[in-house]
C-alpha cells in the first residue's frame, strides 16, 4: 500500500507526520492542506434587527461554485445567518449545498467570525471594496453526503479562510491533518 494511502476512502494525505512528544504522551503535530475553494453567491442583506444579543442578519446564497480537488455548483438555495456584535464582531453560520461534477450532493455547515476594524467592517456592510488582508475572517466547515465518494468530507476537520466581497463570500478550505 503507497505511503499517505486511505484504505477507508482512498483520498491521500500527508506521507509525514511529525510527532510531538510531552512525557510519555505522544500526539500527531497539527498540519493542514488545501483542498478546494468555494466562492457563494450572495444576495441582498435582511435584517431582523437588534435581537438582545446583536443584530441579527440573514444573507441568502444565490448560487457559486467549488474548485479544487472537488469541482461544482454552489445550490441556489442556503443561507448565511449573522449576528454581529456591539464591537462589529460578526457570528456567522452558513447552511447550503452544493451539488459536485459529478452529481454528487453535499451539505455543508459553515460556522465562523469576522472581525476587523470598526470603520473596515463598516464598509464591508456597505458593499464597499476592503482588502482581505485586513479582515480575520476565518470558518470551520462541517459537510454530510451519503456519496461513497465523498465520505472523506465527514471524516475529516476542515478549516476556511475566507474573503467577503460585495456580491460573493470566497473561502479557501483546507484539510485538517
Known sequence: MPSGHDPMGGHRFS????????????????????????????????????????????????????????????????ADFQIIRPNELIELEAKYAFETDDGAVVYVENKGIRFGPIELLQRLKRGEPVDPKLIYFRTVPKFETGAEKYRWLMQNLFIGSAARHADRVVIDVHQVL
Open 15 to 78: 506521507d509525514k507526520i511529525t510527532l510531538k512528544s510531552k512525557g510519555s504522551m505522544v500526539t500527531p503535530q497539527l498540519s493542514s492542506k488545501y483542498v478546494f475553494t468555494i466562492t457563494a453567491n450572495i444576495g441582498s442583506v435582511t435584517s431582523a434587527g437588534d435581537v438582545g444579543h446583536g443584530v441579527r442578519r440573514i444573507i441568502p446564497i444565490t448560487g457559486g461554485d467549488v474548485r479544487g480537488e472537488i469541482n461544482g455548483k454552489v445550490c441556489a438555495f442556503g
